[in-house]
């Protein structure tokens, strides 16, 4: 008897989960966003590694759009700052550091005047990417240990300075 529960418990799980996601895709498509439940962020404060451009520079904005206080950290100050510039401009509230977050020296610096400056980071977006377009036969070497610093290291060294209560 209890082998027998088994099968039907298995047999109708995979039904069950697509009722259950056939009915949340029938919310997502016919609800309108202002009327569901989201999660109010405007006491949160969000790091954005590489958000100079790209993608970090499209996250940084719809965060700050959601009433987030945004950090930004790039390598290239002017780009970096330009994203500020635009959150500021929309009404938004953020701050713009240029870090190279390959120099584990300069991520902690870099935490400690966060943290000093504008508070506790509560929201971690790592983002930061080196774009290289080339074949890999022909990039150097030390450009190669700066994108495994940047894209497999640098998480772990950013993580360590966050602190999430």
């Known amino acids: 008897m209890a082998s027998f529960i088994k099968i039907l418990g298995l047999l109708l799980l995979p039904f069950w989960y697509f009722i259950e996601s056939f009915f949340k895709s029938c919310r997502d498509l016919f609800v309108p966003v ?5 999660k109010d962020l405007s006491a949160e404060v969000a790091l954005v590694t590489g958000g100079g451009a790209g993608l970090g520079r499209n996250l940084a904005i719809q965060l ?19 994203t500020v510039c635009m959150i500021l401009d929309n009404g938004g509230s953020a701050y713009a550091y240029t870090v190279d977050i390959s120099n584990p020296e300069a991520v902690y610096a870099a935490a400690e005047r ?12 790592n ?15 030390d450009l190669i240990q700066k994108k495994m610093n940047i894209i497999a290291i640098a998480p772990f060294w950013v993580i360590n300075v966050v602190e999430f209560y």
């Open 34 to 38: 202002s009327l569901r439940n989201l």
């Open 64 to 82: 700050a759009e959601l009433k987030v206080t945004v950090v930004t950290w790039d390598i290239d100050q002017s780009a970096n700052e330009e």
């Open 114 to 125: 966060v943290k000093g400056e504008v508070g506790e980071v509560t929201l971690l977006v």
């Open 127 to 141: 983002n930061a990417a080196i774009g290289q377009f080339q074949s890999i036969w022909e990039v150097p070497d």
